[in-house]
């Protein structure tokens, strides 16, 4: 194990070189680290080549001597089944070789993820080189293989801790470092004044994270690349992770994450940081258009070492191999060099966390698929209404950026527009460029939804139609009597319930094909290039219990609100409301939610989505909490919700809301196999591409369940009837 030798690095095996003692404690060791978080794209290895020379540009600007990427950063952390490929493999060494090539990465420790095939196992790994040397590779442990992660499918773990061995380099890079072979597995660099070892996204989530025992064995300066995505309320636990692992024993913490959409469901929310002791230093920005964030500190490590010293450090029996590096982090300069004190962590709400990241994740998807624009069934309703104000926070955010002198942005606008003049000052007026809503009316639509859906379009600038979709429906009935003989009715005209669902589906489907229609020819009809992407807006509970028509207008091209629950909705528009002055949202939230597909009285509606479901959204919510974060059956839920709702519902209450529940998800689960795809920002989401992997035929009678149900209800009644009993006696 101590016999491989690299001319740039001196490689020490385990015990030549013990715990990082350094002559130079005590004379000042700032060492300037950089950190960075990356808008990669899958399989865009030309533009993801451009980000990572950027950044190392920004950090070498910086003073860093030390820059840390995400992970897999090199192809891009979404490529799925196209880590099969060799091809993606062999794309990412001639990226590296380009790296080591590069003038930029002269002078700076360079540490880049990207996947590497050795004894015919892939691994998820960091290559971390300076000055055209390899130094080191190393695979990640510990695997994310939960929620919407599937990493064991494509990478293998490496096994055995604080092991190493001989991994022989590509011919191609061979050519550039004139290295055979270099060192990888678990091990740690040893620079003259100081040691750093790297954890790889989910090893910091782990309960035995790498860092415990890196640094009981000396290592001062921990790492951690992560493509970690955004989900509701979720940044409080990734600081709090960062600044636990070295609140406990000391040390220095880089955390790299991707950013933006890389080619699907997820959006990666930056937020690269450095801390110390236990203390943030440096924050960088959670949603932004930067393709290209960079964070830089300047950290006195003698602190960690006086930190250390107040702490019982038990000694590591196990040694970490060292490949010694013949370079120096530290400042000979460095007593003229400030240190950087302790920040409070910035922490955005629930309401910016939706206002701002389904934003930056449709601009994403906008700009990298060609379309011009984006078209939304607008009904005057809560959802859409919603994912109107979402597009208007893009426009807001898309100026916003130009103004602070974004090239990048700037360029995509003017492709998008087909205006290579155009400069976007006014949110309103670029949301009348790329955003079309369309309110769809029908005999049963309301002039209230109506107005409501006019007037938010003016407020935020859409280019506004106004439909009817009763020829239409009535072509659709007309081809069916003429085939049947048979005309159905609502049954407000004493349809039964079969004609009554069906004359609702219609109207709901005959809306999606308009939308469609509309998206790919509105622009020619006004003598403008492109064409649009459809917008759903089926929130995540209704997608819980199928709350929605098969290919009606949640079937779209993707949803920026399907992953979040209608009470945050609700809390998002009050938000708008406050924040963007969009006084039309008022009423909007006031009016009862309705699908407005069965015939009004006098006028007025008299369907609402929470009689048609049989449930509140806000106990949906609950449901799906229980069901997906809990992992509750229909038992379980009802167990524990006979304690929970013991003030407002007896047992017999709670079973009968807990198996209408079961049985309306399990009825509609098919349902989830076409759903659009959407922003995921909920953690109960039912999204069955792979976050929510169930059957979609049920039983769904739930025999077996129910009655288990029945017979502690049966159990409860009869116990409390004996307590009745005993308290009049």
């Given at each position: 194990r101590g016999g491989i030798t690299l001319p740039a690095a001196e490689v020490c095996a385990p015990g030549e070189e013990s715990r990082l003692t350094r002559c130079t404690a005590g004379m000042g060791r700032k060492v300037t680290v950089a950190t960075c978080s990356l808008n990669q794209w899958a399989l865009d290895f030309e533009g993801n080549l451009a980000r990572i020379v950027k950044s190392i540009e920004i950090a070498k600007s910086k003073g860093a001597r030390y820059r840390l990427g995400p992970e897999l950063e090199v192809c891009g952390y979404g490529c799925s089944d196209h880590f099969y490929e060799t091809d993606t493999v062999l794309h990412c060494f001639q990226v590296l070789k380009e790296l080591l090539l590069s003038p930029v990465t002269r002078d700076i420790i360079c540490d880049v993820g990207m996947p590497v095939m050795h004894h015919s196992s892939r691994y998820n790994c960091r290559v971390i080189f300076l000055n055209k040397k390899v130094l080191l590779i190393r695979p990640k442990m510990q695997m994310a293989n939960y929620g919407n992660y599937r990493e064991l499918r494509w990478f293998s773990p490496w096994k055995t801790a604080r092991h190493v061995e001989e991994y022989v380099l590509p011919r191609l890079i061979q050519e550039v470092t004139g290295q055979q072979t270099v060192p990888i597995g678990d091990g740690v660099l040893a620079t003259r004044d100081t040691c750093l070892g790297s954890e790889i996204c989910a090893e910091l989530w782990n309960s035995r994270s790498p860092h415990i025992d890196m640094g009981l064995d000396g290592v001062e300066i921990f790492t951690n690349s992560?493509?970690?995505?955004?989900?509701?309320?979720?940044?409080?636990?990734?600081?709090?992770?960062?600044?636990?692992?070295?609140?406990?024993?000391?040390?220095?913490?880089?955390?790299?994450?991707?950013?933006?959409?890389?080619?699907?469901?997820?959006?990666?929310?930056?937020?690269?940081?450095?801390?110390?002791?236990g203390s943030v230093v440096a924050q960088g920005p959670q949603f932004s258009l930067e393709d290209v964030d960079v964070l830089t500190a300047t950290v006195d490590l003698d602190e960690v070492q006086s930190y250390r010293g107040e702490c019982i450090m038990e000694n590591s029996s196990e040694l970490y191999y060292r490949v010694k590096v013949d370079f120096a982090l530290c400042d000979s300069s460095d007593l003229y060099i400030p240190s950087i004190e302790p920040i409070e962590w910035k922490f955005h709400t629930p309401e910016e966390e939706i206002s701002l990241g389904p934003?930056?994740?449709?601009?994403?998807?906008?700009?990298?698929?060609?379309?011009?624009?984006?078209?939304?069934?607008?009904?005057?309703?809560?959802?859409?209404?919603?994912?109107?104000?979402?597009?208007?926070?893009?426009?807001?955010?898309?100026?916003?950026?130009?103004?602070?002198?974004?090239?990048q942005v700037l360029a995509d606008v003017r492709r998008i527009v087909n205006d290579l003049s155009y400069s976007p000052r006014d949110p309103k007026e670029l949301c009348g460029r790329i955003f079309t809503t369309c309110y769809m009316a029908s005999e049963n639509s309301s002039a209230d939804t109506c107005g409501r859906a006019k007037e938010l379009a003016a407020q935020i600038g859409s280019y506004h139609l106004n439909l009817n979709i009763d020829l239409a429906v009535k072509g659709m009935l007309g081809i069916f009597s003429l085939a049947t003989g048979k005309l159905p009715r609502f049954r407000a005209n004493g349809g039964s319930p079969r004609e009554n669902l069906a004359l609702q589906n219609v109207q709901a489907r005959i809306r999606m094909v308009l939308a469609y229609l509309f998206a790919q020819l509105s622009l020619w009809s006004r003598g403008k290039p492109g064409g649009l992407l459809v917008l759903g807006?089926?929130?995540?509970?209704?997608?819980?219990?199928?709350?929605?028509?098969?290919?009606?207008?949640?079937?779209?091209?993707?949803?920026?609100?399907?992953?979040?629950?209608?009470?945050?909705?609700?809390?998002?528009?009050?938000?708008?409301?406050?924040?963007?002055?969009?006084?039309?949202?008022?009423?909007?939230?006031?009016?009862?939610?309705t699908a407005e597909l069965e015939p009004l009285s006098d006028g007025q509606i008299l369907q609402t989505d929470e009689s048609d479901m049989g449930m509140t959204y806000s106990e949906l919510s609950v449901f799906g909490r229980l069901r997906k974060i809990a992992k509750c059956g229909p038992y379980s839920m009802f167990c524990k919700l006979i304690h929970t709702w013991r003030e407002i519902c007896?047992?017999?209450?709670?079973?009968?809301?807990?198996?209408?529940?079961?049985?309306?998800?399990?009825?509609?689960?098919?349902?989830?196999?076409?759903?659009?795809?959407?922003?995921?920002?909920?953690?109960?989401s039912p999204d069955d591409n792979r976050y929510d992997l169930r059957p979609f035929l049920y039983n769904t009678r739930w025999p077996w369940q129910f009655r288990c149900i029945d017979e502690q209800v049966s159990k409860l009644e009869n116990e409390a009837g004996n307590q009745f009993h005993d308290a009049l006696s």
């Amino acid at each position: 194990r101590g016999g491989i030798t690299l001319p740039a690095a001196e490689v020490c095996a385990p015990g030549e070189e013990s715990r990082l003692t350094r002559c130079t404690a005590g004379m000042g060791r700032k060492v300037t680290v950089a950190t960075c978080s990356l808008n990669q794209w899958a399989l865009d290895f030309e533009g993801n080549l451009a980000r990572i020379v950027k950044s190392i540009e920004i950090a070498k600007s910086k003073g860093a001597r030390y820059r840390l990427g995400p992970e897999l950063e090199v192809c891009g952390y979404g490529c799925s089944d196209h880590f099969y490929e060799t091809d993606t493999v062999l794309h990412c060494f001639q990226v590296l070789k380009e790296l080591l090539l590069s003038p930029v990465t002269r002078d700076i420790i360079c540490d880049v993820g990207m996947p590497v095939m050795h004894h015919s196992s892939r691994y998820n790994c960091r290559v971390i080189f300076l000055n055209k040397k390899v130094l080191l590779i190393r695979p990640k442990m510990q695997m994310a293989n939960y929620g919407n992660y599937r990493e064991l499918r494509w990478f293998s773990p490496w096994k055995t801790a604080r092991h190493v061995e001989e991994y022989v380099l590509p011919r191609l890079i061979q050519e550039v470092t004139g290295q055979q072979t270099v060192p990888i597995g678990d091990g740690v660099l040893a620079t003259r004044d100081t040691c750093l070892g790297s954890e790889i996204c989910a090893e910091l989530w782990n309960s035995r994270s790498p860092h415990i025992d890196m640094g009981l064995d000396g290592v001062e300066i921990f790492t951690n690349s992560s493509a970690s995505h955004h989900e509701l309320r979720k940044a409080h636990r990734r600081v709090a992770l960062v600044k636990s692992a070295t609140a406990k024993s000391g040390g220095v913490y880089l955390l790299a994450n991707q950013k933006g959409c890389d080619g699907d469901r997820l959006y990666y929310d930056g937020c690269a940081m450095i801390s110390i002791n236990g203390s943030v230093v440096a924050q960088g920005p959670q949603f932004s258009l930067e393709d290209v964030d960079v964070l830089t500190a300047t950290v006195d490590l003698d602190e960690v070492q006086s930190y250390r010293g107040e702490c019982i450090m038990e000694n590591s029996s196990e040694l970490y191999y060292r490949v010694k590096v013949d370079f120096a982090l530290c400042d000979s300069s460095d007593l003229y060099i400030p240190s950087i004190e302790p920040i409070e962590w910035k922490f955005h709400t629930p309401e910016e966390e939706i206002s701002l990241g389904p934003a930056c994740w449709l601009w994403d998807y906008l700009r990298r698929s060609g379309q011009a624009g984006f078209l939304l069934p607008l009904s005057g309703g809560i959802d859409s209404s919603a994912t109107a104000c979402i597009v208007h926070s893009l426009c807001r955010q898309v100026c916003l950026a130009v103004q602070n002198g974004n090239a990048q942005v700037l360029a995509d606008v003017r492709r998008i527009v087909n205006d290579l003049s155009y400069s976007p000052r006014d949110p309103k007026e670029l949301c009348g460029r790329i955003f079309t809503t369309c309110y769809m009316a029908s005999e049963n639509s309301s002039a209230d939804t109506c107005g409501r859906a006019k007037e938010l379009a003016a407020q935020i600038g859409s280019y506004h139609l106004n439909l009817n979709i009763d020829l239409a429906v009535k072509g659709m009935l007309g081809i069916f009597s003429l085939a049947t003989g048979k005309l159905p009715r609502f049954r407000a005209n004493g349809g039964s319930p079969r004609e009554n669902l069906a004359l609702q589906n219609v109207q709901a489907r005959i809306r999606m094909v308009l939308a469609y229609l509309f998206a790919q020819l509105s622009l020619w009809s006004r003598g403008k290039p492109g064409g649009l992407l459809v917008l759903g807006s089926a929130n995540v509970d209704e997608c819980l219990t199928g709350y929605l028509t098969k290919y009606d207008c949640s079937s779209a091209d993707i949803n920026p609100i399907g992953g979040i629950s209608k009470t945050d909705l609700r809390g998002f528009l009050q938000y708008c409301f406050d924040k963007f002055q969009l006084t039309a949202l008022c009423s909007i939230m006031s009016a009862p939610p309705t699908a407005e597909l069965e015939p009004l009285s006098d006028g007025q509606i008299l369907q609402t989505d929470e009689s048609d479901m049989g449930m509140t959204y806000s106990e949906l919510s609950v449901f799906g909490r229980l069901r997906k974060i809990a992992k509750c059956g229909p038992y379980s839920m009802f167990c524990k919700l006979i304690h929970t709702w013991r003030e407002i519902c007896s047992p017999a209450q709670v079973a009968t809301k807990v198996k209408h529940f079961f049985r309306m998800h399990s009825i509609n689960r098919h349902k989830m196999t076409t759903v659009t795809p959407a922003y995921h920002a909920e953690n109960y989401s039912p999204d069955d591409n792979r976050y929510d992997l169930r059957p979609f035929l049920y039983n769904t009678r739930w025999p077996w369940q129910f009655r288990c149900i029945d017979e502690q209800v049966s159990k409860l009644e009869n116990e409390a009837g004996n307590q009745f009993h005993d308290a009049l006696s």
